[in-house]
């Protein structure tokens, strides 16, 4: 289900017009907007009430804070530990 989830966003995502880069404050690019998004929970209010961004530029920047969250889950925690001795370790 969770992986359904994931392509569906997926799907959202791609299908969304790209919003134009903005020329304001430096907090107002993309790349900014996206760290506030992986911010928790503090991030995520300064970018709600962020004065002068459109609603779509919040709305990709959080989209994008998802799909790093879903990898670090599912790759970074969920993968399984190598086994002891598999040749690799010294």
Do not use: N, Q
């Not at 404050?25 to 300064?46: D, E, M, N, T, Y």
């Not at 804070?65 to 190598?82: C, K, Q």
């Amino acid at each position: 289900m969770g992986l359904a989830v994931i392509l569906g966003l997926g799907w959202m995502y791609g299908r969304r017009s790209r919003p134009p880069e903005s020329s304001g404050p430096c907090w107002s690019r993309s790349w900014a907007l996206v760290v506030l998004a992986l911010i928790p929970f503090l991030g995520w209010i300064v970018l709600a009430v962020l004065p002068g961004v459109e609603r779509r530029r919040k709305a990709r920047a959080a989209m994008h804070a998802v799909f790093v969250f879903t990898g670090l889950i599912l790759f970074g925690f969920l993968s399984p530990d190598p086994p002891i001795g598999d040749g690799l370790t010294a």
